[in-house]
């Protein structure tokens, strides 16, 4: 980022002390008059080396948004430019080649409707793009999906096929002990759900964050250490863990763990993103069982 003319100025002016003090010159800056030479050259020193770096922090800048704009065969790159697919039902969204890059010619943050994102590649040369919009997620409207499936199309690499889904959420359902200190009775139950609810969320929210998984994989481990870092909690067990396709009922869901013993170390939902059980009396709020110590 570049300095202050201010602060270069200031800063060639202590080198110059410095350096003229180690000949046994001792040079005062603070008398210096407004007409002296050496104040003006360090000014002019300053502000060359000030424009300098604007041009730098240009180019870079400039350098920084072709490379983020450019194709790359990376999931990551997919799922972050979904994130910014544009949508509106009375202003269609039409990206154009400008500057050797397809982009919106105008961006609108509010338009950007995908707030959920997994890419998983089925078989050769085909990749599966499963979107969802809201918080908490729901699946895009057909008018929205269609959108979608035309925007990737536009800036997908040649020779892949994409298809882009939109699909109600995969349930999980988590049955578990939770040992807490006593003393955390009051909010216990809240914090875990709502730790939960969070966790499941961030898997395909963002690719920033430390939960990322552009596949939407939600991991036996990481629910572990979800509920585990709950303030208060001292111990998980988990007992049964079982997941499903919203289109499936209860009754149909594979097993992860089952009596506390692992069958499945991850669940890869088929909707890209899971939520909490929503069966009456499978809830979150009805499985977790929160045992004071």
């Given amino acids: 980022m570049a300095r202050s003319v201010a602060t270069i100025q200031t800063q060639i002016q202590t080198q110059l002390v410095a350096n003229l003090a180690a000949v046994g010159i001792t040079l005062d800056t603070t008398q210096w008059s407004k007409r002296s030479i050496l104040r003006a050259l360090c000014n002019t020193f300053a502000v060359c080396a000030a424009f300098i770096e604007q041009l730098m922090d240009v180019l870079q800048l400039s350098i920084e948004t072709t490379v983020s704009q450019a194709a790359a065969p990376s999931a990551t790159w997919l799922q972050l430019k979904m ?85 109600n959420s995969d349930k999980i359902y988590i049955n578990a002990n939770i040992y807490y200190k006593g003393q955390y009775s009051a909010v216990i139950q809240a914090n875990v759900i709502a730790a939960l609810n969070t966790f499941l969320q961030n898997i395909a929210t963002t690719n920033l964050t430390t939960n990322l998984s552009t596949n939407g994989a939600v991991k036996i481990s990481d629910i572990e250490s979800t509920i585990r870092s709950v303030t208060g909690v001292n111990d998980v067990v988990l007992l049964n863990v079982s997941a499903r396709p919203d289109s499936a009922v209860f009754s149909a869901s594979v097993n992860l763990v089952l009596n506390q013993t692992l069958l499945s170390r991850q669940l890869l939902p088929i909707a890209g993103y899971t939520v909490q059980e929503t069966t009456t009396g499978k809830t979150f709020a009805d499985s977790l069982n929160f045992i004071p110590q």
């Fill in 83 to 167: 994130f910014l697919f544009q949508y509106s039902s009375t202003n269609p969204q039409i990206l154009q080649l400008i500057n050797t890059v397809i982009q919106y010619p105008v961006i609108d943050a509010t338009l950007q409707i995908i707030t959920g994102c997994s890419v998983t590649s089925s078989v050769s040369n085909e990749v599966v793009i499963k979107v969802a919009k809201g918080n908490p997620f729901v699946a895009l409207a057909s008018g929205e999906l269609s959108a979608a499936q035309g925007y990737v199309n536009e800036f997908g690499a040649a020779g892949i096929k994409y298809t882009v889904v939109s699909l």
